[in-house]
């Protein structure tokens, strides 16, 4: 880790608990989450909230590394936004590898980004910053992954396959070799992806098909109105 720096972990959801999980593991100096509807001082496998995300202001850059704690369930905008905001301030952000995770010395890993329990990232592949390469993944040799990007679980990708920026791979895909999908697709879990998919596409099935071009206006078809009407049907089977 840079110079021991302390480590500010942003949000305190479910994907940062797995990153604080792994910090601590590695004895890794934590000073505390932000959370902006946690109360100040509840902790988290005994580390505290220290506030809202502009308490990160108190401590210089030299002082601290950040660790992005933002997750992903389709959409990486507030992800992308968080990393955005705090590295034009000039923080850095620290990248949390799993020790379980199997990663070629041939390999590129660029800032902030987090491979988690299980992964095998094999050689000449290349991951840009502030991605995602979640449990259990398999990205091959010559990959070429963009930045924002989350890989969900249990993914496969062959060899050469290029992913642009802002995608989501969804959990248990696979994704022969030689694809390309461009920025800001959205391939849905399960889907088994053997031609290329262009940017803004919805694509999901076996084999995938682009199903819908995402709207980044915030419209009808959009990415976000698509994920908050799953996430409002979701919450009426619940409760049913």
């Known amino acids: 880790m ?9 949000g305190a959801g ?10 601590l593991m590695q004895n890794v100096n934590v000073i505390g989450l932000t959370d902006k509807f946690l109360p100040l001082g509840i902790r988290i496998y ?14 210089s850059a030299e002082e601290i590394l950040l660790v992005n704690g ?40 660029n800032e902030g980004v987090q ?33 924002n990007v989350h890989i969900a679980p249990g993914c496969t ?23 390309k999908i461009g920025d800001d697709a959205l391939i849905g879990a399960g889907s088994v992806v053997v031609n290329d998919i262009q940017s803004n596409s919805k ?3 076996v084999p995938a098909k682009i199903k ?7 419209g009808r078809d959009s990415l976000a109105y698509y994920i908050s009407r799953r996430l409002e049907y979701g919450w009426r089977r619940r409760c049913a």
């Open 115 to 147: 491979v988690l329990a299980g992964t095998i990232i094999n050689a000449e592949a290349f991951i840009g910053e502030n991605t995602i390469i979640n449990t259990k993944t398999s990205v091959d040799h010559g990959c070429v992954i963009g930045r």
């Open 157 to 179: 990708l062959s060899g050469c396959v290029k992913i642009g920026d802002n995608v989501h791979i969804g959990t248990g895909s696979s994704i022969i070799q030689g694809i």
């Open 212 to 218: 819908s071009i995402i709207n980044t206006n915030g």
């Open 203 to 205: 694509a999901y099935g």
């Open 46 to 59: 005994n580390i505290p909230i220290i506030g809202t995300d502009d308490c990160i202001l108190r401590y």
């Open 70 to 109: 933002i997750g992903s369930i389709g959409n990486m905008s507030l992800r992308r936004k968080i990393y955005k905001r705090f590295s034009a301030l000039g923080y850095k952000f620290m990248s949390v590898i799993h020790p379980s995770a199997v990663i070629s010395s041939r390999s590129v890993l």
């Open 2 to 10: 840079e110079n021991n720096k302390s480590i500010i972990i942003i």
């Open 14 to 23: 479910d994907h940062s608990k797995i990153l604080l999980d792994i910090l």
